[in-house]
């Protein structure tokens, strides 16, 4: 069975009218590589201008194995992460990730993740999806993890090479465009 990972971002200035175009979701492009590159199928959703409920229901109909969820510092963008977390719990696995939460010491108790992404995404995400997102065997060479309360730590002990981001047109099945 092939794992489903669906990434949403609740803060998408590429879909804004800045330019009328959509363009991809390039904040996403590093972790759905390196989890599409160890076998997982990925879907990228950005709220942009349509409800947070039509960002739910694309990503319903994926049919989610695992949500990755970007914060913010942003209410009306924390409020919606909050609902596509609240949505899924129970259903797939949720990973937190974005700038709160690697700041932030309430999103573990705000958003109660089964995973916490510190710091950038890319080789976490990588690591989780060759472990299966088991904790226990999920590479410490490559990623950190502790743990706090339920929800596992995760953070790169290396800085991702830039070297390893695939072009648009290697990835475009991963994410919705208009």
Do not use: W
Request: proline share 6%; hydrophobic share 40%; aromatic share 10%.
């Amino acid at each position: 069975m092939t794992l489903r990972i669906a990434f949403f971002d609740p803060y998408s200035p590429q879909n804004s009218k800045y330019d009328g175009k959509a363009k991809p979701p390039y904040r996403f492009f590093g972790m759905a590589s390196q989890a599409r590159a160890r076998g997982a199928e990925t879907l990228i959703v950005e709220k942009g201008s349509k409800s947070v409920f039509d960002a739910i229901r694309q990503i319903q109909v994926f049919k989610p194995d695992v949500v990755g969820i970007s914060t913010y510092f942003n209410s009306v963008c924390h409020r919606q992460a909050l609902e596509v977390a609240a949505t899924f719990r129970g259903k797939a696995k949720i990973i937190i990730g974005g700038y709160d939460a690697s700041t932030n010491p309430l999103v573990i108790e705000e958003f109660e993740p089964d995973y916490l992404v510190k710091g950038e995404g890319e080789l976490p995400v990588g690591a989780m999806v060759e472990a299966n997102f088991d904790p226990e065997k999920i590479d410490s060479e490559t990623v950190k993890v502790t743990k706090d309360g339920k929800t596992y730590i995760v953070e790169a002990q290396q800085a991702f090479d830039l070297d390893l981001l695939p072009l648009p047109q290697e990835i475009k099945g991963s994410y919705h465009a208009k």
